[in-house]
């Protein structure tokens, strides 16, 4: 598996990641799929939990003020994007630990209670999808829950067609095969267990649903 240290960062291949907070709020009504993300992840005081490609932030500080004693930590490999994530934090007066890494290295920060990721795999190469669910698997205690939130199989004509917006920013190579439904089939090789969307919602950029999975 080729181990390139190349991403697409938040706002795609063309927009600068400062303007990635303002164009989620409007493209895919944000505030709907993360509070529905944190009720599923359920964030409790005591818990370790890792945010797999963290961005700039905005999940990671949700989560920690959900759960004030819980210790959370952010990784990604852009360090602007974890520069602005830390400035948000600080802001909210909260401490997270924001590490630089890729979705393959999650199981390199030890082992978490909950392991989650918010629209990263969409926009990874296919190598990088299999790795980095494989290392949010491994990086789950016994018992522990991974939880991923994105672009996945797209449904209708509608929703396929919304999404090109997201393909024409991130590239149509890395985006294809979630439309495909590439996500709910390699979450499901490596639990072992049939996986389907715990809860979809259609958006102005195509349909995004959340996954669960339970490491037994
Ligand atoms: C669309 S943003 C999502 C950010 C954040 N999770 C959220 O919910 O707003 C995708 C993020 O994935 C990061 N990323 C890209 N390739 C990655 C990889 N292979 N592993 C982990 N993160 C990656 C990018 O740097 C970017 O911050």
Redesign the pocket.
Known sequence: MSQSND????AGRFLPTSA?DRL?AVLTREARWRSELLESLAPRNGERIL??????G??AILVKQAAPYAEVVGI???EH?RCIAKAKAAAAGIEIEWMSG??RDAANFGQFDKVV????FH??PVA?KQA?LAAMFAAAKQGGRIIVADYARQNSWLMRQAFKIVQSADGRTNTQPNADGFLEAELARIGGVSVTAEWSLDTPTGTISIFSLLKE
Not at 7 to 10: D, E, N, Q, S, V
Not at 51 to 56: A, I, N, P
Not at 117 to 120: E, T
């Open positions: 991403f697409t960062p938040a990635y989620l945010d797999v490609g963290c961005g700039t905005s999940f990604d490999p852009d994007a890729f979705a990721s918010s629209l990263v926009q990874v990088e980095g």
